[in-house]
């Protein structure tokens, strides 16, 4: 095979190492953030401002599980007021699923949840006492923040796919208390893992990254075969192939590190394997990353008609930064006391810089 066919299957896979981890993650993230931001709701009439509905009618609703919606929501804030006979009008705290996530301190989140409690009683007794004429509901002029309406591209998306609806409301019944979050990279508030470990991410990390791991097979059995190429053509007398070694060990792990996620078990041994095989993944990345960009240099001279000088240079920056990074990382993370927030920065950062070096391999070679 000329070197020509290698090169052409070096630039594919590179480009697909790059941008499939990448979609990857941030396509987990948003699903994360949507889940998060947004909240399924009991099938009343939302288009009413003002719902009026008989005591047996509103539990009913209100205990149908099944029949949540996202779609179907009230785009203002609404309150729930319990109408009684002598015509009292009383507000009804309800405790919702994003109680948690209410930027208070635990003074006023534990005062809020008694007076749930209080009002949950005492309403609970006009009703079993009869004393109850109706319920309503009634939307205010301030937006409702986990309305999907108010996003007009996933609400376009979800009114659009009724499947994709029912995935994510299967997600949120999976898993409650999903954290609000603006943006990890720069603010830590989760770490990619757990963005990528419930249902339906699930759907999506694993069989993404490990496709992109297979990826990562190709590029570097695909490197490996073109500088075999380039010695039988006498072009280069001997090369390391240290790199296409480390390269495959570093897939594998990636492989398991994609298998393992989503896995709930309960172990400190299981823990610990984990993060021994995410380090592995790194440590054999970040080797034959440098391998590769060692050979190059060492042959750049007799690559000359192959390579491009400047994003060869690019390559030998690059990769003497990020080696200078994952040291300090590892002596910080040893030796130093990092909050989680601060290390979710970092793992989401260095995970998307240390993919800019298949985007620079994909542009690295030329037809001679």
């Known amino acids: 095979m000329k070197p020509n066919q290698f090169i052409m299957k070096i630039r594919t896979y590179s ?8 979609i990857t993650i941030n396509l987990c993230l948003l699903l994360y953030i949507l889940l998060g931001n947004i909240e399924t709701y009991s099938q ?16 009913q609703i209100k205990n149908n599980k099944e029949a949540r919606s996202f779609t179907n929501c009230p785009k203002s804030e609404s309150t729930t007021y319990v109408i009684t006979h002598d015509n009292q009008k009383i507000e009804r705290y309800v405790e919702n ?10 003074e006023e989140r534990e005062a809020y949840q008694l007076k749930v409690i209080k009002y949950s009683n005492y309403i609970s007794n006009l009703i079993k006492n009869n004393k109850v004429k109706y319920i309503t509901i009634e939307q205010s002029d301030i937006i409702n923040k986990k309305c999907i309406k108010n996003y007009k591209i996933s609400y376009f998306l979800l009114t659009s796919f009724n499947k994709l609806e029912n995935i994510l409301i299967t997600g949120k019944k999976e898993k409650s208390g999903f954290a609000i979050v603006k943006n990890p990279y720069l603010h830590g508030e989760v770490s990619i893992s757990r963005t990528a470990r419930y249902f339906p991410a699930t759907l999506i990390f694993k069989p993404l990254l490990i496709l992109s791991a297979i990826f990562l097979i190709l590029y570097w059995k695909n490197n490996l075969a073109l500088f075999s190429e380039f010695k039988n053509k006498n072009i280069l007398n001997n090369f390391s192939n240290l790199f296409f070694y480390f390269g495959i060990i570093s897939s594998v792990f990636l492989i398991l590190h994609a298998s393992f996620i989503g896995l709930d078990i309960d172990s400190k041994l299981f823990s610990k394997i984990r993060k021994i095989i995410i380090i592995s993944f790194i440590f054999f990345e970040v080797l034959a990353q440098f391998y590769m960009t060692k050979n190059l240099f060492n042959f750049k ?21 990020v080696l200078v990074i994952t040291v300090m990382i590892f002596f910080i993370l040893v030796f130093g006391d990092l909050n989680s927030s601060t290390k979710h920065i970092l793992e989401w950062n260095y995970f998307s810089i240390l993919l800019i070096y298949y985007l620079l391999s994909s542009l690295l070679w030329k037809s001679s």
């Not at 480009?15 to 990448?22: N, Y």
């Not at 699923?97 to 635990?106: F, G, H, Y």
């Open 97 to 106: 699923e994003s109680a948690n996530d209410l930027d208070v301190t635990i």
């Open 15 to 22: 480009f697909f190492s790059f941008i499939l981890p990448l």
């Open 301 to 321: 001279s007799k690559l000359k008609n192959y390579l491009n000088y400047a994003v060869l240079n690019l390559k030998i920056v690059f990769i003497s930064t």
């Open 44 to 59: 009343f009439n939302w288009n009413q401002k003002i719902i009026k509905s008989s005591v047996e009618n509103y539990i």
